[in-house]
């Protein structure tokens, strides 16, 4: 939706982190009302972190309908709102808050948009599945979590640093009863563990643009066809530690599902109606396409 379609009954919502210009959220969602003829709008609102608590004040005041939440509010906003999903409370931080009738509910859509990507892009369902997870930080956090309260039957993780690994597998075995066990960093990652696991995640930042040649190291010779890796980041679309395992035949996705099923999931619960997928997904391709265009220029 453009200026000349805003009128006084164009129902608001966006877009709350900090910095938010490289956010492909905006074009993703306004296409998606747009296509479903929706009098709604999506901006961008670079809160700064002092300003958080008036700004999500702000959002009943002002009578939006909801806003996402990016970097760097996602954990900070949960004692601001008046109620929190369950699994958003568990992993500890909201991406989404709807606005219903002046109360503020907070939901994670970032993991059942990484499950949701799973299922349709590489049609893995997570039951019983054994996953490794590579990292532990905040994405680490809502994948685990959403991958354990599907029914995971075992989570391994690896992390730089183990003392944080150590602490979010114990929080997972803690709250959802699922198996957990930390394994060594880099090539000391046990080839037989790597073996075992029906799914691999690559969840840290290593890879991604402009360092697109740095990858975890990894004992890939240990994977094999049956299995699906996939790396969180898409920019590039392909990782270095992608391409290595697509290299061995593995089945490979990039972290573009989540981010546009996040976004299916955010719209469905702000408009109540089904979240035009296909066109949500042609614009985040454009929206990668044009950042390229813009990073060569530079
Ligand atoms: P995000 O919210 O994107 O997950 P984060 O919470 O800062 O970001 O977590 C970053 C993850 O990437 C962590 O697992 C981090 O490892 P540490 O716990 O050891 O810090 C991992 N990471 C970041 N840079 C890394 C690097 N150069 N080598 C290995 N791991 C790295």
């Not at 490289?22 to 002092?50: C, E, I, K, T």
Request: proline share 6%.
């Amino acid at each position: 939706m453009g200026f000349p379609d805003i009128n006084g009954k164009t129902r608001v919502c966006g877009l709350f982190g900090f910095p938010v210009e490289h956010s492909f959220s905006p074009a993703m969602h306004n296409a998606a009302f747009q296509n479903r003829g929706l009098n709604w709008a999506y901006l961008p609102f670079a809160v700064h972190p002092d300003n958080l608590v008036k700004a999500v004040q702000g959002i009943p005041s002002l009578n939006l309908a909801g806003v996402n939440i990016t970097v760097p509010h996602k954990q900070r906003v949960i004692p601001l709102l008046d109620e929190v999903e369950p699994t958003a409370a568990k992993i500890g931080a909201v991406n989404t808050i709807v606005n219903s009738d002046g109360k503020l509910m907070g939901y994670n859509t970032d993991g059942a948009g990484f499950i949701r990507s799973l299922a349709e892009e590489a049609s893995f369902q997570p039951r019983d599945q054994r996953v490794l997870l590579i990292g532990a930080g905040g994405a680490a956090r809502a994948v685990a979590f959403s991958l354990a309260l599907s029914g995971c039957k075992a989570i391994y993780f690896t992390n730089r640093t183990t003392e944080t690994a150590r602490e979010l597998a114990k929080e997972i075995n803690l709250n959802c009863g699922t198996t957990v066990e930390v394994l060594s960093w880099g090539l000391k990652l046990p080839a037989e563990k790597v073996a075992e696991v029906d799914l691999v995640v690559q969840t840290t930042s290593l890879g991604m643009w402009p360092h697109t040649q740095a990858a975890p190291e990894f004992p890939f010779a240990a994977l094999h066809p049956g299995q699906v890796v996939c790396d969180l980041i898409y920019t590039p679309r392909q990782t270095v530690f992608l391409q290595q395992a697509s290299a061995r035949g593995i089945v490979i996705l990039n972290g573009l599902g989540m981010l546009l099923y996040q976004g299916v999931l955010a719209f469905e619960l702000w408009t109540g109606q089904r979240a035009p997928v296909e066109v949500m997904k042609e614009t985040l391709e454009r929206q990668l396409i044009d950042s390229k265009l813009k990073e060569s220029k530079l």
